[in-house]
């Protein structure tokens, strides 16, 4: 959870996906990559592009937010071969508050330089109080000023070794003190107290119980400067400070109490006003606000009804579908909400059939962009990942490995290529993955083969004259939105974990159309009028546009689409998550006392068992069934003064691992959590700090078997297979109706016209044509009366959040930027 949420049964989930496109008139001709940041934290960053000034990376990144964050930032680094770090270019800054701007959109944005004093995170806690004194004929007021804590301050050369400078700042005086430094913590605990006296004239009118003489007001200031002590260079490294102007305070109760945001030096703000090339991004943020089942159970039955309503124009999906513009944004959470309640299959079956039965051309089935079509697109991704890994990935690595010249464009020949040798080499690899594809029917998923079987028949009715419309509605999604995207953007399926330099990207896109052409020819009869709309790739074609191959296709579909009744069973592990993370040895091979260490090692969770080994091709050095999972939670940062630490606790130890960022690690404990939820053995309380010296470091217990002293975190019932968490995809389906509930109160009023008048409209029909007046009618009543009850909820908890939240506190500190646009 990203941000704390005013009501503890609501909870408040972020997520951002981010489209990094491309950058150009960079100051640098190295390798360059960008880095995404949450505050200052990386939690992702592209491939290397070779000397270049204007990168292309074209990569995306989908991620939940597991902090409270002020800026979303993205910076460009030219690799240094020479230096022990890569050197920033330049940087994009975007307040939270501002994403929801820029939702969805393609949109460039200029780099502005980057020093240290600009680099600022993190918040300072104060506390302010006065006393005043009688001295003669005048009075002297005490400044007492209380450094609590910082928290979330920026790490320097890998250590945070921090103080804090006080100063008072007036027209005639500057006097400065600090603190002790609080070494290796980003969240110091100072508790330092400093006092600065006064003087003020008896005479002056008084405000707020305190107030120094009058020309001093708007010079008068408290600056608090936090510093890292880096040992080794020429002076120590500003973090951040905070100026509190004293006439602002109100001190009528004597006491001011505020945490702080740290704000940067004023005077670098001139040095970055120069731009230093561009990047172009697109960003999509949403924030969900989640309530408890019952409140969405209504209008989820609304919903999980609509395969049973006839016609299907008047069901609760097919209305949302055609009110929202991008189909997308609806198919994701309905898939995913249908799937988890085992719905997917029928829901599937009435959008797909009422789109072909209004289909008049076989050759134009499901080639828009429709709710059906986009539905479909997401089932097979939600389900056939598996599939496509074990059908292509072989290929898709040989491609990446070899390096292959497969350019067959005789204008993009380079010295010393030869068509001959190249076209050997492309038709190499389309062999291997048209084999590879045609040879897996019989593990392709029971669900997809029962939705293709749904495909067949229902083009099979419509176009009973066409012998091919049935083999054209199964290959439109098979190769040509299924295998061809998959080989073409490899990434993006998860097939490979970097982006393809530019020759490996050339082969990928050649053997991909060359797939979606294959797909595209189901009828042997009429390879003679085949259309070859590239010249150059006429020798390819003529190669592999024959009768067996297109023969080898038509077999396979039949295989895929046989039978609705079709069982399979899919023997392999799913493998779930993977990659590297620091793990800490857990002590089985006692070679000594204390032989206990931090390694890198390839982590492989499946829905049986959790390994980690050497690399990702090396067997396991150690398997940990999922039975064995007793409880996986965060780990205490003092345990072992390391970040992003969680622990996986066994039946005789606990494992601890260190993930490479706070998107990671979320990552990680969400789905060992919940895929560990069904264990009869789960514990009900666990340390939240280690096991180290003979004792626990949370309670100081000295048994390593003792119970735990904290209540374990409680797991959202969600489908850990798919990760799908049910209420959070309702959330987003109310959000998506409650966006177009003026078209859903126009779609009502003119079904009540329609159904008194007998189909005579006085006025222009809605943007969907009523198929069926009364039934349509009865739907859109319900929609409407639930969306009204959720939306109260929501108003109520808003009034919650507003009454609730202290503009000062840790949670909303003073010079947050954010603070005006917290509810958008």
């Known amino acids: 959870m990203a ?86 270019i330049g940087k994009v800054a975007l307040r939270r508050g501002e994403l929801h701007k820029c939702q969805s959109k393609d949109q460039w944005y200029p780099l502005t330089p980057i020093d240290q004093d600009t680099e600022v995170q993190g918040k300072v806690h104060v506390e302010i109080r006065t006393s005043e004194l009688l001295n003669g004929s005048s009075s002297i007021t005490k400044l007492a000023v209380r450094v609590v804590e910082g928290s979330g301050l920026t790490i320097v050369n890998g250590q945070c070794d921090t103080y804090a400078a006080v100063s008072y700042h007036s027209a005639s005086r500057l006097e400065t003190k600090r603190t002790k430094v609080k070494r290796k913590s980003t969240n110091p605990h100072f508790d330092e107290a400093f006092q600065f006296e006064l003087q003020k004239n008896n005479s002056y009118v008084e405000k707020n119980h305190f107030s120094p003489p009058e020309e001093d007001i708007c010079k008068t200031e408290l600056r608090i400067a936090l510093w890292n002590s880096v040992s080794g260079l020429s002076g120590d490294v500003f973090i951040g400070e905070v100026k509190i102007p004293i ?7 004597g006491l001011h109490e505020a945490w702080y945001f740290l704000k940067p030096r004023e005077t670098s703000n001139a040095r970055h006003s120069k731009s230093v090339g561009s990047l172009r991004v697109r960003i999509e943020y949403q924030k969900d ?70 289909t008049t051309d076989p050759h134009t089935i499901f080639r828009g962009n429709s709710l059906a079509s986009k539905c479909l697109d997401e089932f097979m991704r939600l389900q056939g990942l598996h599939y496509l890994h074990d059908v292509l ?83 439109g999604f098979v190769f040509l939105r299924f295998f061809a995207p998959a080989i073409l953007s490899p990434r993006l399926f998860h097939l490979k974990k970097e982006n393809p330099d530019e020759l490996v990207s050339r082969t990928l896109k050649m053997v991909s159309k060359a797939i979606q052409t294959l797909g595209n020819h189901v009828n042997p009869d009429k390879l003679s009028s085949v259309n070859m709309k590239e010249e150059y790739m006429t020798p390819l074609y003529s190669n592999i546009l024959d009768r067996e191959h297109v ?20 023997e392999a592990p799913i493998v779930l998550k993977e990659g590297y993370m620091i793990k800490r040895a857990q002590g089985r091979k006692r070679l000594g006392i204390g032989m206990k260490n931090f390694k890198r090692r390839w982590f492989r969770l499946t829905n049986r068992e959790l390994t980690y080994s050497k690399s990702d091709d090396c067997l396991p050095l150690c398997t940990i069934p999922i039975s064995d999972v007793l409880a996986v939670e965060k780990l205490e940062e003092e345990s072992f003064q390391m ?79 798919l990760d799908i968490d049910p209420d959070r995809e309702m959330e987003r389906i109310y959000t998506l109706f409650k966006a177009n509930i003026a078209k859903i109160e126009k779609l009502e009023d003119a079904c009540a016209l329609q159904a008194v008048y007998q189909g005579t409209r006085s006025e222009a029909p809605p ?58």
């Open 3 to 88: 941000e704390e949420s005013a009501d503890p049964e609501v909870r408040v989930l972020e997520s951002l996906r981010i489209n990094i496109g491309e950058a150009k008139n960079l100051s640098s001709t190295r390798d360059c990559y960008c880095t995404v940041k949450l505050d200052q934290e990386e939690v992702y960053r592209t491939a290397a592009r070779e000397k270049t000034q204007c990168p292309f990376w074209g990569e995306e990144y989908i991620f939940d937010i597991p902090i409270k964050f002020r800026m979303l930032s993205f910076y460009i680094y030219e690799k240094d071969k020479l230096k022990r770090s890569d050197s920033a």
């Open 247 to 253: 006439s602002a305070l109100d001190m009528s109760t």
């Open 289 to 358: 606000y989640v309530f408890p089942t019952s409140l969405y159970e209504n209008l989820r039955e609304i919903l999980l009804t609509s395969p049973e309503v006839e016609p299907t124009t008047s069901s609760a999906v097919y209305i949302l579908g055609e009110f929202v513009k991008e189909k997308i944004t609806a198919a994701r959470p309905l898939v995913r909400l249908f799937h988890h309640y085992g719905q997917i299959l029928p829901i599937i079956r009435v959008l797909a059939e009422h789109e072909i039965s209004t």
């Open 393 to 475: 990935k072989g290929v898709v690595d040989d491609i990446y490995e070899e390096r292959k010249q497969c350019e067959i464009d005789t204008t993009k020949f380079k010295d010393g290529e030869n068509l001959e040798a190249n076209l050997a080499n492309l038709q190499h690899y389309i062999e291997k993955a048209f084999q590879a594809i045609v040879g897996s029917a019989a593990t392709c998923p029971t669900s997809m083969c029962e939705v293709f079987y749904y495909l067949k028949e229902a083009a099979s009715r419509q176009f009973p004259d066409d012998p091919d419309a049935k083999y054209s509605a199964v290959s």
């Open 551 to 570: 023969q080898g296709i038509r077999k396979f579909l039949e295989k895929v689409s046989s039978s609705k009744s079709k069982t399979k069973s899919m």
């Open 643 to 721: 970040k992003f630490m969680f622990q996986v606790v066994q039946p005789k130890r606990a494992l601890y691992v260190q993930a490479s960022n706070c998107v990671e690690e979320k990552a990680w404990v969400d789905m060992l959590s919940n895929i560990c939820k069904s264990n009869r053995h789960r514990l009900s309380y666990y340390h939240p700090a280690a096991f180290v010296n003979g004792h626990w470091m949370c309670c100081k217990l000295q048994n390593e078997s003792d119970r735990g002293c904290t209540p374990v975190t409680g797991v959202v019932p969600w489908s850990v297979t």
């Open 767 to 824: 943007t969907m044509l009523v198929e069926d007046s009364k039934s349509c009618f009865e739907t859109v009543k319900g929609l409407l009366f639930e969306l009204h009850h959720i939306e109260e909820a929501h108003v109520n908890y808003r009034t919650l959040r507003e009454e609730t939240r202290e503009y000062g506190s840790k949670q909303t500190p003073i010079g947050d930027e954010n603070f005006n646009n917290s509810f958008k």
